[in-house]
T-cell receptor, first 114, second 111 residues
């Protein structure tokens, strides 16, 4: 499994765009990049997944450069409720029953201030 | 809301005891995984069940065991509890792949 590196913590303010970058230098050809969000005393929540270029959903955007050795999670116009830990995961998108467990690092603790 | 529920919410046990944690979902997910999350750390994979059989395991000893039932519910059993087993235990359900639906967790304290 590809190892990921992301900042331990980040601060921002309400209304700002926040970009969290994850490095994954040894990503394999068939690996996908997935981001999870976790609030205190809750389980992680799937945010977004991508393979290359750009993916956007109602919550976030994911930017992946051509070499795929890094990725950036972009949160538009954050609010106080976006304060959470964000995890970057890299691995194979498994088929039914075929996936190994998700490998979480320590994540990035994002703190949004008023 | 993920639709995945866990019980109990909190639990206090004594070292050497045994504990059973439960997980259920209203949706028919065919895989269930369990994770252990220590304070300040990311979740660590314990094992996964698919069609009621364990098909993947992380670096956890055999005293961590589980069951998956036909109705997609699951149990995590931990024998001979140790102080280091104190953690948040998370259940995740899915169809395989990286989009998993996590429950709120059970906070286990071993004294």
């Amino acid at each position: 499994l590809a190892k990921t590196t992301q900042p331990i913590s980040m601060d921002s303010y309400e209304g700002q765009e926040v970009n969290i970058t994850c490095s994954h230098n040894n990503i394999a050809t068939n690996d996908y990049i997935t981001w999870y969000q976790q609030f205190p005393s809750q389980g992680p929540r799937f945010i977004i997944q991508g393979y290359k270029t750009k993916v956007t959903n109602e919550v976030a955007s994911l930017f992946i450069p051509a070499d795929r050795k890094s990725s950036t999670l972009s949160l538009p116009r954050v609010s106080l409720s976006d304060t959470a830990v964000y995890y970057c995961l890299v691995g194979v998108r498994g088929v039914d029953g075929g996936a190994d467990g998700l490998t979480f690092g320590k994540g990035t603790h994002l703190i949004i201030q008023p | 809301e993920t639709g995945v529920t866990q019980s109990p919410t909190h639990l206090i046990k004594t070292r050497g005891q045994q504990v059973t944690l439960r997980c259920s979902s209203q949706s028919g997910h065919n895989t269930v995984s369990w994770y252990q999350q220590a304070l300040g750390q990311g979740p660590q994979f314990i094992f996964q069940y698919y069609r009621e059989e364990e098909n993947g395991r992380g670096n956890f000893p055999p005293r961590f065991s589980g069951l998956q039932f036909p109705n997609y519910s699951s149990e995590l059993n931990v024998n001979a509890l140790e102080l280091d087993d104190s953690a948040l235990y998370l259940c995740a359900m899915g169809q395989g792949g990286y989009e998993q639906y996590f429950g709120p967790g059970t906070r286990l304290t071993v004294t």
